[in-house]
């Protein structure tokens, strides 16, 4: 309405300067007057940096502590932060500019809480480029977590098997992960108070963190895997095709999310350290149909123990 207005009125000053020349000078000294007393003049769209700190600016004084560590719990793994001693649980509707979480495995709530005495907060179901969000808007809880203060991030997610060694139920650290969405959460001018225009990928997933991980579970007598993640968006699951393909540029598991707020974190400067729960496997040469429920099943019988990996990993962090 406003662009068309002043469409309107700059078309009316070429056709006729003398006359129009007064309005313009009037709305150019109402447009100054204001920018003086602070006023937006438009449609008073607050720029992603602003929404970043009003969802800051809200949820400061309610997780009532400095989080130094955040995990992110994918599909039907919310609890595996049961080892977590909550202070205050929050709804993402409840949070300024937070996106909902429209996935039935995902709760939508923060948790802020100690968890093995750090102090942590916990993101108990995720966003999905499927979901219709933009890259941007996935990556906006890491945004609002790395203000918050936290240095070390926890992914987890629940992703298909490609490496036919690996069994429904194993749980894999990510050593690298193969970004296949076409998107990417740093598209756009770049944010140069978060970090740096051309980050460096070599290093995504913390091999210090990666070694806590697979030591916390070779000491429970777990066997863990260990492989590269390739992010899609989904929502459809794979075809046959795109697995052998997925197997062939070097995939050992796929899901539909971690790319982008790993890629997110990298440029903010946190470290990360990845898990997936192996909740299917796909055989190119042998498929079998894969569905919500056995996925959602599969990852909830192994969230005991992926909570008892995280609850290590995190104490082994409070002594270092
Ligand atoms: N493909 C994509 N995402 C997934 C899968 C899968 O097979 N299993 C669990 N998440």
């Not at 929404?51 to 039907?76: E, F, N, Q, W």
């Not at 966003?127 to 203060?149: C, D, K, N, W």
Request: glycine share 10%.
């Amino acid at each position: 309405m406003a662009a068309l207005f002043l469409l309107s009125a700059l078309f009316k000053a070429a056709l006729y300067p003398a006359q129009m020349a007064p309005v313009l000078r009037v709305g150019i000294f109402c447009g100054q007057i204001a920018r003086f007393l602070g006023i937006k003049i438009g449609n008073n769209m607050q720029t992603y940096k602003e929404k970043v700190a009003a969802a800051v600016d809200y949820l400061k004084p309610r997780i009532g502590c400095a989080p130094s560590v955040a995990i992110m719990t994918g599909s039907g793994l919310g609890e595996s932060i049961d080892a977590m001693d909550v202070r205050a649980s929050i709804d993402y509707a409840d949070i300024p500019h937070f996106p909902r979480s429209t996935v039935r495995s995902h709760p939508g709530r923060l948790v802020s809480g100690t968890l093995a005495g750090i102090q942590a907060l916990a993101m108990q179901g995720r966003l999905h480029l499927y979901e219709g969000y933009s890259s941007q808007t996935v990556a906006f809880p890491i945004r609002v977590m790395r203000m918050l203060g936290i240095s070390t991030l926890i992914l987890t997610n629940a992703a298909g098997g490609l490496n036919l060694a690996f069994h429904p139920g194993d749980i894999m650290v990510i050593e690298d992960h193969i970004n296949l969405t076409g998107e990417n959460p740093l598209a756009g001018p770049n944010e140069d108070d978060w970090g740096p225009r051309f980050p460096d990928m070599t290093a995504v997933y913390d091999k210090r963190l990666a070694g806590l991980a697979r030591n916390a579970a070779i000491s429970c007598g777990w066997e863990i895997r260990k492989g590269v993640y390739a992010g899609l968006k989904g929502p459809s699951l794979e075809t046959s095709a795109e697995t052998r393909f997925l197997r062939q540029i070097g995939a050992d598991a796929v899901g539909f999310s971690t790319v982008q707020e790993a890629i997110a974190a990298v440029h903010a400067g946190i470290k990360i350290i990845g898990l997936s729960t192996i909740t299917n496997i796909n055989d190119p040469d042998n498929p079998t149909p894969d569905t919500e429920a056995g996925i959602v099943a599969v990852a909830q019988s192994a969230a005991i123990r992926m909570s008892a990996i995280i609850e290590s990993v995190v104490k082994e962090l409070a002594i270092l």
